[in-house]
Nanobody, 122 residues
Framework: QVQLVESGGGLVQAGGSLRLSCAAS????????VGWFRQAPGKEREFVAR???????YYSDSVKGRFTISRDNAKNAVYLQMNGLKPDDTAVYYC????????????????WGQGTQVTVSS
């Protein structure tokens, strides 16, 4: 079992930065792939970024070059550094974990956090 708790959301002006954290329980967390997803009001949840156990990363086109995902396995934590934020980035951000191969599809992720709100004002 893996339990995930996100933090770091908030209100920021366009062009600003936020760093989201995902704290995990479970001794085998380092073996999991961790993804960040987001859901804006009235929209479906979408993939943002993922990182595997070795640190290999993958990003959606909409955030590539602005967001950076990283992990600290010693601290059982994954981070999402978000720079150059835009109003379109406003959403609830979720971290999720899965074993096995990497995926951008939310249905493949087994464990989810409760989400943290990010609001970007124009």
């Amino acid at each position: 079992q893996v339990q995930l708790v996100e933090s770091g959301g908030g209100l920021v002006q366009a062009g600003g930065s936020l760093r989201l954290s995902c704290a995990a329980s479970g001794r085998t967390f380092s073996r999991y792939i961790v993804g960040w997803f987001r859901q804006a009001p009235g929209k479906e949840r979408e993939f943002v970024a993922r990182i595997n156990w070795s640190g290999s990363t993958y990003y959606s086109d909409s955030v590539k070059g602005r967001f950076t995902i990283s992990r600290d396995n010693a601290k059982n934590a994954v981070y999402l550094q978000m720079n150059g934020l835009k109003p379109d980035d406003t959403a609830v951000y979720y971290c999720a974990a899965k074993s096995g191969l990497g995926s951008t599809n939310e249905v493949h992720y087994d464990y989810w956090g409760q989400g943290t709100q990010v609001t970007v004002s124009s």
